[in-house]
């Protein structure tokens, strides 16, 4: 079994030298977008409180996370060839600075260990998401998201429209997620 414990501490020890050069924002409405897909290549976006989601350019949702979270942290030595979009989900407070700067301060501060525990928790959490939806079928992969639904504190759960997120995360068509839970006793 994958392991999703968040590496906080090796976060923490990030945000301390990250944050002094970022530039800070905070964001009080909802589905405000944080980054760009023109921003996703160049900047590492570090979300200290709030939720925000991660869609892909294509319109799928990758995922909903909650802080701490950082985005784009390897973004300096390799870039993406999908575009992402970063969208507040509830009221959000973090900083960004470019992809460069964050690889020269990881330098700087040898923090490789802490980045490389960052990116292989994501890593595994990308895994966990492909093994809940690649190959399964419609009943398997609504079910998977239910699951992962439930793991999200109260709050997040009554934000989120259940039938959106599932469609949206899936790409399985309302009406087939309406059917399976018609079809459930």
Not at 124 to 131: A, G, I, M
Request: proline share 2%.
């Amino acid at each position: 079994m994958l392991s999703l414990s968040k590496p906080l501490q090796e976060f923490y020890r990030l945000d301390k030298c990250l944050s002094k050069h970022g530039t800070r924002f905070e964001f009080v409405n909802d589905k405000e977008i944080i980054c760009s897909p023109d921003e996703s290549n160049t900047h590492t976006f570090v979300i200290l409180e709030g939720v925000v989601s991660l869609v892909r350019g294509d319109k799928v949702l990758i995922g909903i996370v909650q802080a701490p979270f950082i985005f784009g942290l390897a973004d300096g030595v390799a870039k993406k060839e999908a575009q992402y979009k970063l969208i507040a989900e509830s009221g959000c407070i973090g900083y960004r600075l470019s992809s460069s700067q964050t690889l020269a301060i990881i330098e700087q501060n040898q923090l490789w260990r802490e980045a490389f525990c960052w990116i292989v928790w994501k890593s595994q959490v990308l895994e966990l998401r492909d093994k809940q939806l690649i190959g399964n079928n419609s009943y398997d992969q609504i079910r998977a998201t239910l699951m992962t639904m439930i793991e999200w504190d109260e709050e997040l759960r009554s934000r989120i429209g259940v039938m959106n997120y599932i469609h949206q995360r899936t790409r399985v068509s309302r009406s087939v997620v309406a059917e399976v839970w018609l079809a459930q006793p």
